[in-house]
């Protein structure tokens, strides 16, 4: 609302300079000034991948009111429109048609916990994945398309439950998730930076916002004050491009490898809460991505590849030529494992993961991969070791152990699940692999409701929750793949309840 005036306490938590995203300069002890808003809503959401579509479309359901989307890029979608489509949905239709009957959320709670390694949040898993199949229907009733007849078991998963829109992208959910919340009347604006937040107390009443942002400039745009009525939901993402910070909370994270997350991944508004109180929890715990390949930049192909790769084939040390590890294994397993593979000089010796051409030859997994030359077509084990400098008879020694292992079912070696596994004959499918930085699995500790929690009084900040990556303590050391999309969708449906019935209160 124009000429609205209010006497607040504004603290400047505006990032600039070259620590852009580290460390938001804050002066929290600035003398009370007059905020002129220039425009109020009920609902503010803080960034557009799936949990902020998610919660803009479920609160406006609601009916609490007026609901705006601020993204501070150019485009809505941020990583989730280029994931990789995946999400665990127990029980969904694809697979109790294949005759899996014996999958429930407490299935996957149970695979989180062992990924997790004791840090995870039990009472949070459980809650997401109680609500699985609300975030399906929510994709189903806003005309998401996912794949016919797809749902497999993906690494670190007991069942197969991961399913895969029609397109292999994120996007594919993104665009209808937005496309339904235009047409229900949630309001999106693109290239909004969030400079600070506006304080009465514990409570949040607004943002200082830079409109006609223009990343990764700072100085480019305007200042405008946009007051919340009832909340302010922080759906933000990660900060896995943050080069500064991720060498802050984890000094032991390869800072040469590559990242999967758009550009924009750089956690400003994650740290403007931590200057205002909020509870960090778990930023040391940064996952890598095991599907990586260093053929291609950021999230690329490779993740779909492997999805064959992991399940149909083997994992070789270009070192040696043997096996190295169970590939289906979660991720902090795998990127250990595979960043084991080194020189004398410690630079990479990036293993690669074959499997056979003739069955996949169709599959755009593999079309694109090949198109794109971050997979080769090697018709047999001494092209293949030729072209990687590999020893040839002990890759041959040990592409025969592993047939024997396929046919008896059992991988004496590491102990890895072979109902999937095939014989491997040749022509085959060849990639390189390493790790790269792919999620953070800390941020602001929330309760279960999503409302964010103070560090200083252990209690819930007013009006301001939380969802998705931008919250910590989730998933404890390891997330399992497929389950992000799921967080993000369900705790939309969750945090759009909890507004609602805190409004009412």
Same mark, same amino acid.
């Given at each position: 609302?124009?000429?609205?005036?209010?006497?607040?306490?504004?603290?400047?938590?505006?990032?600039?300079?070259?620590?852009?995203?580290?460390?938001?300069?804050?002066?929290?002890?600035?003398?009370?000034?007059?905020?002129?808003?220039?425009?109020?809503?009920?609902?503010?959401?803080?960034?557009?991948?799936?949990?902020?579509?998610?919660?803009?479309?479920?609160?406006?359901?609601?009916?609490?009111?007026?609901?705006?989307?601020?993204?501070?890029?150019?485009?809505?979608?941020?990583?989730?429109?280029?994931?990789?489509?995946?999400?665990?949905?127990?029980? %969904?239709?694809?697979?109790?048609?294949?005759?899996?009957?014996?999958?429930?959320?407490?299935?996957?709670?149970?695979?989180?916990?062992?990924?997790?390694?004791?840090?995870?949040?039990?009472?949070?898993?459980?809650?997401?994945?109680?609500?699985?199949?609300?975030?399906?229907?929510?994709?189903?009733?806003?005309?998401?398309?996912?794949?016919?007849?797809?749902?497999?078991?993906?690494?670190?998963?007991?069942?197969?439950?991961?399913?895969?829109?029609?397109?292999?992208?994120?996007?594919?959910?993104?665009?209808?998730?937005?496309?339904?919340?235009?047409?229900?009347?949630?309001?999106?604006?693109?290239?909004?930076?969030?400079?600070?937040?506006?304080?009465?107390?514990?409570?949040?009443?607004?943002?200082?916002?830079?409109?006609?942002?223009?990343?990764?400039?700072?100085?480019?745009?305007?200042?405008?004050?946009?007051?919340?009525?009832?909340?302010?939901?922080?759906?933000?993402?990660?900060?896995?491009?943050?080069?500064?910070?991720?060498?802050?909370?984890?000094?032991?994270?390869?800072?040469?490898?590559?990242?999967?997350?758009?550009?924009?991944?750089?956690?400003?508004?994650?740290?403007?809460?931590?200057?205002?109180?909020?509870?960090?929890?778990?930023? %040391?715990?940064?996952?890598?991505?095991?599907?990586?390949?260093?053929?291609?930049?950021?999230?690329?192909?490779?993740?779909?590849?492997?999805?064959?790769?992991?399940?149909?084939?083997?994992?070789?040390?270009?070192?040696?030529?043997?096996?190295?590890?169970?590939?289906?294994?979660?991720?902090?397993?795998?990127?250990?494992?595979?960043?084991?593979?080194?020189?004398?000089?410690?630079?990479?010796?990036?293993?690669?993961?074959?499997? %056979?051409?003739?069955?996949?030859?169709?599959?755009?997994?593999?079309?694109?991969?090949?198109?794109?030359?971050?997979?080769?077509?090697?018709?047999?084990?001494?092209?293949?070791?030729?072209?990687?400098?590999?020893?040839?008879?002990?890759?041959?020694?040990?592409?025969?152990e592993y047939n024997g292992h396929v046919n008896a079912r059992k991988d004496?070696?590491?102990?890895?699940?072979?109902?999937?596994?095939?014989?491997?004959?040749?022509?085959?499918?060849?990639?390189?692999?390493?790790?790269?930085?792919?999620?953070?699995?800390?941020?602001?500790?929330?309760?279960?409701?999503?409302?964010?929690?103070?560090?200083?009084?252990?209690?819930?900040? %007013?009006?301001?929750?939380?969802?998705?990556?931008?919250?910590?303590?989730?998933?404890?050391?390891?997330?399992?793949?497929?389950?992000?999309?799921?967080?993000?969708?369900?705790?939309?449906?969750?945090?759009?309840?909890?507004?609602?019935?805190?409004?009412?209160?």
């Amino acid at each position: 609302m124009h000429n609205r005036r209010n006497f607040l306490k504004l603290s400047a938590g505006a990032a600039i300079g070259g620590m852009a995203a580290a460390m938001p300069a804050t002066s929290l002890a600035k003398e009370c000034k007059e905020i002129q808003w220039d425009e109020s809503h009920d609902v503010i959401v803080v960034g557009s991948g799936f949990a902020g579509l998610s919660a803009a479309l479920n609160t406006k359901r609601q009916g609490v009111g007026s609901v705006l989307v601020l993204e501070k890029m150019q485009v809505i979608g941020g990583n989730s429109a280029i994931n990789g489509g995946w999400l665990a949905i127990p029980k %969904n239709p694809i697979q109790l048609a294949q005759g899996i009957k014996d999958d429930s959320p407490e299935e996957l709670v149970k695979d989180q916990i062992i990924s997790g390694r004791g840090m995870q949040n039990e009472a949070a898993l459980r809650q997401i994945a109680n609500r699985a199949l609300d975030a399906y229907e929510l994709c189903i009733g806003t005309g998401v398309k996912f794949r016919d007849g797809f749902n497999i078991q993906v690494g670190g998963h007991n069942k197969a439950r991961a399913i895969r829109t029609q397109h292999g992208t994120g996007g594919d959910i993104t665009t209808k998730l937005y496309e339904a919340g235009v047409k229900e009347g949630v309001e999106y604006r693109l290239q909004h930076y969030i400079e600070d937040f506006i304080m009465d107390g514990q409570t949040i009443v607004g943002l200082k916002v830079r409109k006609n942002y223009r990343f990764p400039d700072i100085k480019t745009g305007s200042t405008v004050y946009i007051k919340a009525n009832k909340a302010v939901i922080l759906a933000n993402g990660g900060f896995a491009r943050n080069m500064k910070l991720r060498e802050m909370v984890d000094p032991s994270l390869d800072p040469t490898l590559d990242c999967t997350n758009a550009l924009g991944a750089t956690g400003e508004v994650t740290l403007t809460a931590m200057a205002h109180g909020a509870l960090p929890v778990h930023m %040391n715990l940064i996952q890598t991505g095991h599907w990586g390949s260093p053929d291609e930049g950021g999230f690329g192909w490779s993740n779909a590849l492997l999805s064959i790769g992991w399940h149909q084939g083997a994992a070789i040390s270009v070192l040696n030529g043997k096996r190295f590890m169970d590939e289906r294994a979660d991720r902090k397993t795998c990127s250990e494992a595979i960043m084991k593979n080194r020189y004398p000089d410690n630079s990479p010796a990036y293993p690669v993961v074959l499997f %056979n051409y003739e069955k996949y030859k169709d599959d755009d997994r593999v079309v694109r991969a090949l198109r794109d030359k971050m997979a080769w077509k090697l018709d047999s084990l001494d092209e293949i070791a030729s072209k990687f400098t590999i020893p040839a008879a002990e890759l041959k020694r040990t592409i025969s152990e592993y047939n024997g292992h396929v046919n008896a079912r059992k991988d004496p070696l590491f102990n890895r699940k072979m109902d999937t596994a095939e014989v491997l004959t040749g022509p085959y499918v060849v990639s390189r692999i390493w790790p790269k930085v792919h999620y953070c699995m800390g941020g602001l500790k929330t309760d279960l409701g999503a409302r964010v929690i103070d560090g200083r009084s252990m209690s819930p900040i %007013n009006k301001l929750y939380a969802i998705g990556e931008v919250t910590g303590g989730v998933h404890g050391e390891a997330r399992l793949s497929s389950t992000s999309c799921l967080e993000c969708l369900a705790m939309g449906i969750v945090v759009s309840e909890t507004i609602k019935s805190d409004a009412q209160a």
